[in-house]
């Protein structure tokens, strides 16, 4: 099979790889914010007893999924900067949630247990959180894209993740990260909150 810098310039060329690799950065950064919007759309449109409705056994109230999306950005932020989560006892004694746990490696059967205390102090947080993220995605260098986070071979815990079937032969990257930890993370929990809306009788966010 011929090698496409042998008949592509392009493909060695450090402008049209620099400028792809921006491009790139960008669609993420936007992609990030638009998500994120849907998650402020939603909360701003709900109130407690939405968030922390119980609707039965073995399905998990709105409160779940956001707490748990946004503690997981918060923790895994740091895998990927290396920056200390925002969530400490302080944040702790605000949100005041019935669990103090993201849940990743829980049950159902104990995380349908869990509910928000103080609704405004969790927007608070999670605006937070959600900030940083996006004020990382607007000044980082491109370059650190690329850069591994997780080489294999994986432990159980990330062998089973989708960021790690999502990952190329060099492993887990900081691009893979943000897409995977992140972005797509966001999406997944978001359409769990719209479908728990129409649960309590709210609609969705978007056509």
Known sequence: MPDPAATDPAATDPAVTDAGTLLL???????MATMHS???QAVDTMDLSHVNHFEREGVLPIAFSLFHYTNMQDVTFMVITGVAPVWDDEWLARVHPAINDHGKHRTVEEMVHQRIGDYDAFKAYQRTVFDRTEAHLATMDPADLTRVLVAPPYPPQVASTYSARCAGPEG?????GFECWHYQHGLRHMGE???????????????
């Open 25 to 31: 950065l960008d669609s993420l950064h936007r992609r």
């Open 38 to 40: 849907l998650y402020y």
């Open 193 to 207: 909150i719209e479908l728990a809306r129409g649960l309590v009788g709210l609609g969705g966010m978007t056509s």
């Open 172 to 176: 887990i990257t900081v691009l893979d």
